[in-house]
């Protein structure tokens, strides 16, 4: 009798955990990713996401911090082929392929990561390989993604992707072309010290000190450690 009133009692617990599941929207799950994240919980965090990806198949949202999670984790190529099945129904996501062109950076796989950053700018209505015509390039102001109800964090600036792709270009010896992307960020007000102090590196590339100590000692004025650094290296 008592054995029957036990097994009666965890069949209810199981109908009952069933039902809750069943009952716990996508939305739920993202919640609760998101608070996971916050706790830098990043396994639990896919668990979660997973489960809102069971409830929802094509979330962006969900294979965004998904792959997120994975960088955290230092499990680059695990984000990798998460960003892939993204774009896969998703294919003119920016994050995604920014994202994707961060993670071959890291691997220093320079010629897949401008890849990347080239898809990323695309999607803003920005061609870098034709130079040929004036070409608009399409940004989210703040007010807009509230219009929209886009959140913020699933958005990446058109001088974000340019700043890493000159970052690239620098890497790879076309330094021409490095010095341009960050004169440019420079001009968008985007990572000014950064900026300055990367173009010093090209100057010291192509062997002009005193131009190159110009731009340290610009970047040094914000307090940029490595432009100071630079500065006292080379400047004194």
Same mark, same amino acid.
């Given at each position: 009798?008592?054995? =029957? /009133?036990?097994?009666r009692?965890? +069949?209810?617990?199981? &109908? ?5 599941y ?5 939305? !739920?799950?993202?919640q609760?990713a ?17 489960? $809102? ?5 094509? &979330?962006?949202? $969900?294979?965004?911090e ?11 190529? #695990? ?10 129904? *998703? ?22 990561? /401008? *890849? ?15 130079? #040929? ?17 886009? !959140?913020?964090?699933?958005?990446? =600036? ?25 004169? !440019?960020? +420079? ?11 990367? +173009? ?18 610009? #970047?040094?004025?914000?307090?940029? $450690? ?6 006292? %290296?080379?400047? %004194?």
């Open positions: 009798m008592l054995a =029957s /009133i036990v097994m009692h965890n +069949i209810s617990n199981i &109908l009952f955990t069933i039902f809750l069943s009952c716990t929207s996508f939305g !739920d799950y993202l609760k998101d608070t996971a994240i916050e706790k830098e919980d990043y396994r639990e965090a896919i668990n979660f996401l997973n489960k $809102a990806l069971s409830k929802k198949k094509y &979330l962006a949202e $969900a294979y965004s998904k792959a997120h999670c994975y960088t955290k984790l230092n499990k680059d190529d #695990s984000a990798i082929i998460v960003y892939e099945q993204l774009l896969v129904f *998703d294919p003119n996501n920016t994050l995604a392929f920014y994202n994707l062109g961060l993670c071959k950076y890291r691997q220093e796989k320079f010629d897949e990561a /401008i *890849d990347y950053f080239n898809d990323a700018m695309k999607t803003k209505g920005y061609n870098p390989n034709d130079t #040929s015509k004036s070409q608009l390039i399409m940004e989210y102001t703040q007010g807009g993604k509230e219009l929209l109800g886009m !959140d913020g964090k699933f958005d990446i =600036s058109f001088s974000e992707i340019f700043y890493m792709a000159g970052l690239v270009y620098y890497k790879t010896g076309k330094i021409k072309k490095a010095y341009r992307y960050f004169m !440019d960020c +420079i001009s968008k007000g985007f990572n000014v010290p950064e900026s300055h102090y990367m +173009i010093g590196l090209c100057w010291l590339s192509a062997g002009d000190n005193q131009k190159a100590c110009e731009s340290f000692k610009t #970047s040094q004025i914000s307090g940029y $450690a490595l432009a100071i650094e630079q500065f006292e %290296k080379n400047c %004194k």
